[in-house]
């Protein structure tokens, strides 16, 4: 069974630093990886699939990497700002089933 | 282009009682999924639909249900609530072609429901 861990769960930090998320699977053999960004109360929004064939997908300051054969990923944002602070999830899709297993997410505050 | 709707936006239900969710996917989307979010965790999988049959489905119990109509709405049914049903409850919709792996899902805001 697909386990996916995020570490940190929560991270506050000053405007403008570089930070990375952290999130880990348990079984190499995934379809792909997506991070996502969770607002309060709202639904979940799509930043980054990356497939199993790639190492990296980037988006503008948003940056992520895949490393299957570790079982890990790191999204990485550049230039942290306040509209950033949400909550970051990751999502796994396993080999012989589309759907997805989701970690419990790294809750970003960005302060001014 | 309308994104996914979801409705209610917020329930408030005893237990015993059922509840029935709706959603609208994506304009030009045929599949939907439903996930159920609880506090301080990530979705989990409930079941997707397309062609108006269940197609995949997570670890629930048969208390979950759902259906999909012809304009490809769906709706999701909940019996016998339980206080461990409160949560978050996202529909995603997607458009059904080449590998379902790689389906990108767009998500609704979701309906909280509350149980008490």
């Known amino acids: 069974k697909q386990e996916v861990t995020q570490i940190p769960a929560a991270l506050s930090v000053p405007e403008g630093e570089n930070l990375v998320l952290n999130c880990s699977f348990t079984?190499?053999?995934?379809?792909?990886l997506q991070w996502f960004r969770q607002d309060p109360g709202k639904g979940l929004t799509s930043l980054l699939l990356?497939?199993?064939?790639?190492r990296e997908q980037t988006s503008g300051r948003l940056n992520a990497s895949l490393d299957k054969s570790s079982g890990r990923s790191t999204l990485y944002i550049a230039a942290s700002q306040p509209g950033d602070s949400a909550t970051y999830l990751c999502?796994?899709?396993?080999?012989?089933?589309?759907?997805?297993?989701f970690g419990r997410g790294t809750s970003l505050i960005v302060h001014p | 282009d309308a994104g996914v709707t979801q409705s209610p936006t917020h329930l408030i239900k005893t237990r015993g009682q059922q509840v029935t969710l709706r959603c609208s996917p994506k304009?030009?989307?045929?599949?939907v999924s439903w996930y159920q979010q609880a506090l301080g965790q990530g979705p989990q999988f409930i079941f997707q639909?397309?062609?108006?049959?269940?197609?995949q489905r997570g670890n629930f119990p048969d208390r979950f249900s759902g259906h999909q109509f012809p304009n490809y709405s769906s709706e999701l049914n909940v019996n016998a609530l339980l206080l461990g049903d409160s949560a978050l409850y996202l529909c995603?919709?997607?458009?059904?072609?080449?590998?379902?792996?790689?389906?990108?899902?767009?998500f609704g805001d979701g309906t909280r429901l509350s149980i008490l």
């Open positions: 995603a919709s997607s458009l059904r072609t080449g590998s379902l792996a790689n389906q990108p899902q767009h």
């Open positions: 079984d190499s053999a995934i379809y792909n």
């Open positions: 990356i497939q199993s064939s790639q």
């Open positions: 999502a796994v899709r396993s080999g012989g089933s589309y759907i997805p297993t």
């Open positions: 304009s030009g989307h045929d599949t």
């Open positions: 639909y397309y062609e108006e049959e269940e197609r």
